[in-house]
Each structure stands twice: as structure tokens, then as C-alpha cells.
């Protein structure tokens, strides 16, 4: 049986197929073009969802989706996902009228953090945690090769911890999260509210490489706020490994700077944590996805039909 993954990001729809060792057959992506409502996001998910299936010859196969966000338990619709136009109208039951499968839907950074758990950085790992620190900051907790979602479903959603209540607004609602500091867009807005300048996280980087006086004193606050951000992550859940994603994983300076950091702010006389750069790369979303359907087909105790 083939699995087959979705992952829909704020600006590109990834799609894949996968075989029955968790090989990837076929990758594909679109836009999203999210600018142009949620029925036009559904119309290219559907696109491309076709796409796949031809591929993959129309045989028996599964379907796992990423979304950012979560579902609601109140209302079966998702919450909580920056791609605004989301939330309270896309649930499983939308899905699967509009594919004709069943579809097993689960937040993004959980599908990121279950690829590297089992295929990738973190395998062989009894407690992983995944961050991605892209455009937005999420995270997901594996334990023993399964999801933690939590009791509602919060389960990783350390970008959303707010560290200055009289911070940056976040689109959550509240102000001084995590994700409003240390994400890439978090960077971008910060560094053009202090120094009038639109520049991007590349740029920035070259910048501060180059010793330029601002972005070195704006990039020391970055490395300050990431290490005490992912020490409290640490001081909480004290995981076996931190596996990085995201744009911002690319940061060589994470792994040196922003880990003396993490050091620095522990509640512990040492750090032995491996903090890690992803294996899969910017793929682990959509092949986590493609695994939801592996790991429910192998499970007799899930009442989901897989085609």
C-alpha cells in the first residue's frame, strides 16, 4: 500500500507519495495562494491531491494531512492557524467530501516532529521534540514513536509561550509569544521596527557575518531570547533530543551561539541535550504526513477505514 502526504504551508502546498518502507516515489508543490480565500486553498489542495493519486496509480492508498494549527475538539474545525482564513471552517469531515477519502488530519510540526523520530535526527529517541522555526514557530512531542497531541491538543506549542506580556502583539491574541521574537517573520518585523529597514533573515545573517554593528547587538538579543526560550522547553519536558526545523534551522550560529544560550539558562550544572539540525529537510512536513496513514494501518486498534 502506498501512503500518500500533504503538507499546506502559508505560501506552498507540498504533496508526496511514499512506499511501503517510508521511501519518497513522487514530490510535488504548488502554491498556496492563501491570498485568495479558503475556497480557493480547498481548490488547490484538491489539484494537487489529484496529482497524487495519479501518480500513484489509483491504487489502495492513505491519506495524511499538515496543517498549521490543531483541531478543535469543540467544534471539529481548526484553530489556532496563522493561515487565518483556516480557522473555525476547515475540519476532517470538509476534507474528506472534497477528496473522497478518509483523511487523517494533524497539525504540521507534529507531522515534522514524527518524520525525524522515525526516519530521520531524532530515531531511535524515546522523547523527541521538533521545532520549526520558519515563518511561524511551532513544535511536537514524540514519545515511544507516537504522537503527543495533549488533552487539547496543544501539545508542542511552545511558540505560542509568551515571554514579555508586554511584547510584540501575536496574532493568537496575545503579546510577547515566542513565535513574535525568534521566527523568521518574528526577525524580519523586529529588525524594521528598530532600524526602519526591510531586510531578509539571509540578508540579516550576511550582515551580522560581516560584523555590522546593528545587526550584531540585534542578532545577540535573537540568540539571548532563543536560548532561554528552548531552556524552558528543555527544563519542562527534558527530551532526549531537540530537532530543528524551519528556515531558521539553516542558522549555522544555532548550534554554537544559540546553544551556549540554552546552556547559559537551564536549570541544570550542564546541557547534555543533543539540539540538532533536521535530516530530512524542508520535506519532513509532508513525509510526516504521508506516515500518519503508515502508522494507522498498522494499527488494528484504529477505527479510521484506509482505503
Known sequence: MLHLGIDLGG???EGAVLDETGQILFRKRIDTEQDQGYEHILSQIKKLYGILEKESGGGRHTLGVGTPGTVS???GKLKNSNTLCLNNRLGVNDLEILLEIPVLLENDAN?????EAMNGAGAGK???FGVIMGTGCGGGLIVNGQIHRGLQGLGGEWGHMSIDPSGPQCYCGSRGCVETYISGGGLERAFFESFSERVTVKVLMERYRE???PARTFMAKFFSLFGRSLANLINILDPDVVVMGGGLSNIDEIYSTGVSEVRRNIFSDELITPIVKNKLGDSAGVIG????????NNRSDHG???L
Do not use: H, S
Not at 504526513?289 to 494507522?296: P, S, W
Open 11 to 13: 505560501t506552498k502546498i
Open 73 to 75: 475538539r469543540v467544534t
Open 111 to 115: 507531522c515534522f516532529a514524527l518524520a
Open 126 to 128: 524515546k522523547v523527541v
Open 211 to 213: 560584523a555590522y554593528e
Open 289 to 296: 504526513a504521508a506516515l500518519l496513514g503508515k502508522k494507522t
Open 304 to 306: 479510521t477505514q484506509i
